[in-house]
Nanobody, 123 residues
């Protein structure tokens, strides 16, 4: 079981960059697949990016491919999301998630969630 806490969100302008972090506590962090999702009011929680427990493979939503990079630091017990060339449509509450099953774009496949960090991109 892991506890996840996101940080790094903020208000930025179109074209800016942000780096989100997810700090994890608990046993066996290195065994968890990790992911980022985002959600806007009135919308479903959408997949953003995921990374395999080994760090050997990653997966991205088409809307962020080429702009966002997910990475993990098992020694530091954290997962990061580097976001470049931000657009207003990237605005949302970003959540860190974990499971021990597999990398997945479906929110229902993740067992553990952080509280979220807000990212707002102005035009």
């Amino acid at each position: 079981q892991v506890e996840l806490v996101e940080s790094g969100g903020g208000l930025v302008q179109t074209g800016d960059s942000l780096r989100l972090s997810c700090a994890a506590s608990g046993r066996s962090f290195a065994a968890y697949n990790m992911a980022w999702f985002r959600q806007s009011p009135g919308k479903e929680r959408d997949f953003v990016a995921a990374i395999h427990w080994s760090g050997g493979s990653t997966n991205y939503a088409d809307s962020v491919k080429g702009r966002f990079t997910i990475s993990r630091d098992n020694a530091g017990h954290q997962v990061s999301l580097q976001m470049n060339s931000l657009k207003p449509e990237d605005t949302g509450l970003y959540y860190c998630a974990a499971n021990r099953f597999r990398v997945s774009p479906y929110a229902g496949h993740y067992d553990f969630w952080g509280q979220g960090t807000q990212v707002t991109v102005s035009s």
